[in-house]
């Protein structure tokens, strides 16, 4: 495994030949540049696993070449310590302030350089490997998600037309119905999950913040807006066995809302209470009303509801509580989505659930958003 490489910028030549000695001697890589402007020049050709920096510099100093470091996408996590007589407090604070590792004041203990920068290569590393294995689990989890999601609806798309296709003569005018209500059944999740994928490169890009922008005004109506969102799924928790109630007042305080935004986040909501509510006597209530600054819409069950260590996992993408138990449908985007959207309003979801009795997800909107 090779040496750790490190890079020093110091402009005072026999004080950087010192420091590299002392490095190297402790079995570094060291690269040397005399001011920020060089540094950044050796970056270039090589990434450095560590920077050390004096900040009185010729030609750019320190704390610029501290910032430059960070604007690079390949400098975002490499571990930087200041070296330097500027030993104020002023100084100290605002070298820590910028997001620096760690300080060191000259003159310098060459043991304590050494303990400075193996901590911070070690931290370095464990905080490397704890990404590689975040970014390896949230990988897996996509794969299986979104294998499951893309095969389950083209099995019922493909197998249900080859049937037709090999009965065609022989099939009943009900049979024939049965085979496309599932072709339908397959394409309508196969374009729910496009959908999501596509409001999610909307929200990454900015897009939705510049289509928020464009509609968001102050709704008079938003009493019936809530209802009538909720009377779209009616029909879907009549379906289910599941009894949807609308409890909002007659009039609620106008509200800056972009339409489309706020009802696709409380649609999805309901639409989860309605999944999970699994208990005998299905019951999915929407509230709204008002708290001190803020307009609230909630939407509670009666279901299964979300053990303690799961909730704050809840709105992560591509999350799905206990699917292998309850096998619900969905790419566990639904929540994540939701959240997005109503952050645009300035506004927040909260959640408070008791496991084995049910959920309650709360939509807070300020009545006088910031900005």
């Not at 950044?40 to 450095?48: G, Q, T």
């Not at 920077?51 to 690079?72: K, L």
Request: charged share 25%; glycine share 8%.
């Amino acid at each position: 495994m090779p040496a750790p490489c490190i890079l020093l910028v110091e402009d005072h030549e026999p004080l950087l030949h010192a420091i590299q000695k002392v490095l190297e001697r402790a079995g570094y890589s060291v690269l040397t540049a005399t001011d920020g402007q060089k540094g950044l020049e050796v970056m270039e050709r090589v990434r450095p696993d560590l920077i050390i920096a004096d900040i009185m510099m010729p030609n750019m100093d320190g704390y610029e070449f501290y910032q430059a470091v960070r604007a690079r996408p390949d400098g975002l996590t490499i571990p930087f310590v200041f070296l330097t007589a500027r030993s104020t407090r002023e100084d100290i604070l605002r070298g820590k302030g910028l997001g620096a590792e760690d300080y060191l004041t000259k003159p310098f203990d060459p043991e304590e350089l050494l303990v400075v920068v193996r901590s911070r290569l070690r931290r370095a590393e464990e905080v490397q490997q704890a990404t590689a294995s975040e970014f390896d689990r949230l990988k897996q989890q996509i794969v299986t998600v979104l294998s499951h999601e893309l095969r389950t609806p083209l099995t019922y798309i493909t197998g249900y037309t080859e049937l037709a296709l090999e009965e065609l003569p022989s099939l009943s005018p009900d049979a024939l119905q049965q085979f496309l209500e599932g072709i339908r059944h397959g394409s309508e999740r196969l374009n729910r999950l496009v959908q999501d994928l596509l409001t999610l490169i909307r929200l990454d890009t900015g897009q939705a913040a510049t289509e928020f922008r464009l509609l968001v005004c102050t709704h008079k109506n938003l009493a019936e807006l809530i209802r009538q969102t909720v009377g779209r799924y009616e029909p879907l928790a009549a379906q289910n066995g599941v009894l949807l109630e609308a409890r909002v007042p007659p009039e609620l305080p106008p509200v800056p809302l972009c339409e489309p935004f706020f009802t696709d986040a409380l649609g999805r909501l309901v639409d989860n209470g309605i999944k999970f509510s699994s208990r005998k006597g299905k019951h999915v209530v929407v509230e709204a009303g008002t708290s001190g600054e803020w307009v609230e819409v909630s939407v509670a069950d009666n279901g299964v509801g979300i053990r303690p260590e799961e909730i704050p996992h809840l709105f992560e993408r591509f999350r799905q509580i206990d699917r292998d138990r309850l096998e619900q449908q969905g790419a566990g985007l639904g929540l994540a989505i939701a959240r997005e959207l109503i952050r645009l309003h300035g506004g927040e979801i909260t959640v408070e659930s008791v496991y084995g009795a049910g959920s309650r997800f709360t939509i807070r909107l300020p009545l006088n958003p910031p900005g």
